[in-house]
């Protein structure tokens, strides 16, 4: 879904989570900060390919769900 539609339907938006990240990519680094930038929406995580587990700060994630 995306962000637009979220809001439009009043769903409530904590952090966004990219999947399939490749570090160093420059163009994916920039759509993050885009997004951020034009959204107000901070990314909270990077999912890179083959990931098992997120890799997120607990304090921040427990943040989220407060």
């Known amino acids: 879904m995306t962000i637009e539609h979220?809001?439009?339907r009043e769903i409530p938006i904590r952090g966004l989570i990219f999947n399939?990240?490749?570090p160093g990519d420059l163009m994916q680094?920039?759509?993050a900060?885009?997004?951020e930038v034009l959204t107000?929406?901070?990314v909270v995580a990077y999912v890179k390919e083959g990931?098992?587990?997120l890799n997120i700060d607990v304090d921040l994630l427990k943040s989220l769900y407060a």
Request: glycine fraction near 6%; charged fraction near 35%; proline fraction near 0%.
């Open 6 to 8: 979220l809001r439009a």
């Open 33 to 35: 900060a885009m997004i």
């Open 40 to 42: 107000g929406v901070k």
């Open 51 to 53: 990931d098992t587990d």
């Open 29 to 31: 680094d920039d759509n």
């Open 20 to 22: 399939h990240y490749v």
